[in-house]
């Protein structure tokens, strides 16, 4: 075991320092912005935030929303909606948009419906239709934070040889069933000598002998042991994930189930009182109406210190999430939601300012770790080269 132990350290040993780097890098700069308060609309925030809301048109939130207006105080939401499908009527009179919705743009209530890929906006007060108002979906803007985790994940094409995600994902998954493979020849053959120690009565898991370089080492990886395994399993099931994705066809593309704009004020009236049920008196920063996947819906953006994106069935009431019988298939082997849930476990951010702490001090283990393992390699293989055996892999 201390043999493979070995053999797997010295051939990973550059792929696991690039992996331990950016991704303790990545949690410090995540640290940094949380520690200054950052506001949403900073570049590594929104970094942080990819995915939150769910992909494609599920996701309701744009990139204004994080700094934005929230609606107006007793705002007539159901006459609003009414004033914006007159508008919109007035400007596509034979054609039903894919959403409506409201939401403030440089101090005024807007109305917009989106339109295959056009938005047509309206001013609420007057009815009259706007230009150069379009709010498209958030995707994180180029920072630090964006493209460490591109080098991260083995993705392109910012810093690759290919564009997109293959074949990174595959080098993403490989390296982390390399961790687990280290993980489980060193703790295995730490235990081997931890027993060893147990019979002469010295049973103490910590240990001098070996030098400094293996004493720390081995003291370093029992300590971490538990934040290490966190980390890398979660991120090998990630890599798993994503590779599985690879090999899924995609599913067909979705054909708009339109909003009838004579529906808007029923629907309009019904979202009012779905939302204030499930959570009075929040502000709001936008509010969509639409038709997703065979579900009437309204998705609303709180305007709360910490943005969120709050998804109703307009028939019954009931929360949604990002996966619901009906929705397209993830082409993630356990959902949507474990996906999510899995990815903000591996950075910390499902727990909280401690779990991310924890996550940047098993990267910096995982650091040293490597450093203290090809250093304790050379200086037994100089010693073997010295007597004679300058074999680079050996037994025993």
């Known amino acids: 075991m201390r043999q493979y132990h070995r053999i797997i350290a010295i051939l990973g040993s550059l792929l696991l ?9 990545i949690e410090a700069l995540d640290l940094w912005a949380i520690g200054r308060a950052a506001p949403e609309s900073d570049v590594t925030m929104q ?19 994080f700094s934005g207006q929230t609606l107006p105080a007793g705002l007539d939401v159901p006459e609003a909606m009414a004033r914006v499908a007159d508008g919109l009527r007035q400007q596509r009179p034979d054609a039903a948009p894919d959403f409506v919705e409201l939401r403030m743009v440089d101090g005024r209530l807007i109305g917009q419906g989106r339109y295959g890929k056009d938005m047509v906006a309206v001013d609420v007060a007057s009815g009259k239709a706007l230009a150069g108002v379009e709010v498209k979906p958030t995707y994180p803007p180029r920072s630090l934070r964006q493209t460490l985790k591109e080098w991260h994940r083995f993705w392109g094409p910012s810093v690759t040889l290919w564009r997109g995600d293959k074949p990174g994902v595959y080098i993403e998954f490989a390296a982390g069933l390399v961790l687990i493979a280290l993980m489980f ?3 295995k053959h730490y235990w081997a000598l931890y027993q060893m120690r147990r019979k002469i009565k010295k049973p103490h898991p910590f240990w001098k002998a ?16 538990l934040l290490l395994a966190c980390t890398v399993l979660s991120g090998t099931m990630l890599g798993f994930e994503s590779t599985y994705h690879t090999f899924v066809p995609r599913p067909p593309k979705h054909e708009a189930e339109l909003v009838a704009l004579d529906h808007v004020p029923a629907m309009a009236k019904a979202a009012v009182a779905v939302v204030a049920a499930s959570d009075k008196d929040v502000p709001l920063r936008s509010l969509r109406l639409r038709n997703y996947y065979g579900y009437q819906q309204v998705a609303v953006v709180t305007g709360e210190e910490v943005t969120r994106q709050l ?11 990002l996966e619901a019988p009906h929705y397209p298939d993830s082409q993630f082997p356990f959902g949507m939601n474990v996906h999510e849930w ?6 910390g951010y499902l727990l909280g300012v401690p779990a991310r702490v924890m996550t940047l001090l098993s990267g910096l283990a995982l650091l040293y770790l490597t450093v203290s393992g090809v250093v304790i390699y050379f200086d037994m293989w100089r010693r073997r080269r010295d007597t004679g055996r300058a074999g680079f892999f050996w037994k025993g």
């Open 17 to 25: 320092f690039y992996l331990a780097a950016s991704g303790t890098m």
């Open 47 to 65: 970094s942080i935030n990819e995915g939150k809301f769910g992909n494609g048109d599920y996701n309701a939130v744009t990139a204004a929303d």
């Open 185 to 187: 020849t060193g703790l």
């Open 210 to 225: 070996g030098g400094t370089w293996r004493a720390l080492h081995r003291s370093i990886a029992v300590a971490s042991a």
């Open 311 to 321: 998804v109703f069935n307009l028939a019954n009431g009931a929360p949604m999430s």
């Open 342 to 347: 899995v990815k903000h476990f591996h950075s």
